[in-house]
């Protein structure tokens, strides 16, 4: 069980707009900056989103990240089939002293 | 090409060790956080810990403290990780990654070392 939430899987078509939620806690989400890691099959994670919504240098700009509260989404606008992928939240904990991942979201693009 | 590169899968029996390397290539070392995450086939991402690389201090997680020691050798630009009293529950594959020193945001990841511990 993660101690951030995230839907098992979405579905959208190509060109559409997608969003992926996380919910946490006041101890880490509440608190503490939002990461978003992209996982294609068999490669390694891949930094999307920082700081709750920066996008590092070289990501796309289809990708985008917001904050409220205890929860945070990303979203993924334009839909390609290369944004077939898991997506992984993630958050300091305050309470675990440790750094949280959600789940993953598994990303169907139809 | 900046990514980490790490050693080799590797295949222990329950209760051995294992100890997975970390070489920085295509960053500055020292500006850098070293975290090792593991994840275990079909599951989520866990971290285990971190290592400022200029002065050896290290953040574990409770999960595996007292079983993982993180280290570094700053001349061979090299981070390390061992994982003790090894169980079939920690055949994963195990990532280091690098983020800027204080930070949580992993920006480099290695290829991954798949660890398989099977009796």
């Known amino acids: 069980q993660s101690v951030l939430t995230q839907p098992p899987s979405v579905s959208e078509a190509p060109r559409q707009r997608v969003s992926i939620s996380c919910s946490g806690s006041?101890?880490?989400?509440?608190?503490?900056?939002v990461n978003w890691y992209q996982q294609l099959p068999g490669k390694a994670p891949k930094l999307l989103i920082y700081?709750?919504?920066l996008v590092p240098s070289g990501v796309s700009d289809r990708f985008s990240g917001s904050k409220s509260g205890t929860s945070a989404s990303l979203a993924i606008s334009g839909l390609r089939s290369e944004d077939e992928a898991h997506y992984y939240c993630?958050?300091?904990?305050?309470?675990?002293?440790?750094?949280?991942f959600g789940g993953g979201t598994k990303l169907t693009v139809l | 090409q900046v990514q980490p590169v790490q050693s080799g899968a590797e295949m222990r029996k329950p209760g051995a060790s294992v100890k997975v390397s970390c070489k920085a290539s295509g960053y500055t070392f020292t500006s850098y956080d070293v975290h090792w995450v593991r994840q275990a086939p079909g599951q989520r991402l866990e971290w285990m810990g971190c290592?400022?690389?200029?002065?050896?201090?290290?953040k574990y997680s409770q999960k595996f403290q007292g079983r993982v020691t993180i280290s570094r050798d700053k001349p061979s630009i090299t981070a390390y990780m061992e994982l003790r009293s090894l169980r079939s529950e920690d055949t994963a594959v195990y990532y280091c990654?690098?983020?800027?020193?204080?930070?949580?945001?992993?920006?480099?990841w290695g290829q991954g070392t798949l660890v398989t511990v099977s009796s």
């Open positions: 993630a958050s300091w904990d305050d309470s675990l002293s440790a750094l949280v």
């Open positions: 700081s709750d919504d």
């Open positions: 990654a690098s983020g800027l020193v204080g930070t949580f945001d992993l920006d480099f």
């Open positions: 290592i400022n690389v200029v002065n050896g201090y290290t």
């Open positions: 006041r101890s880490n989400i509440g608190k503490n900056a």
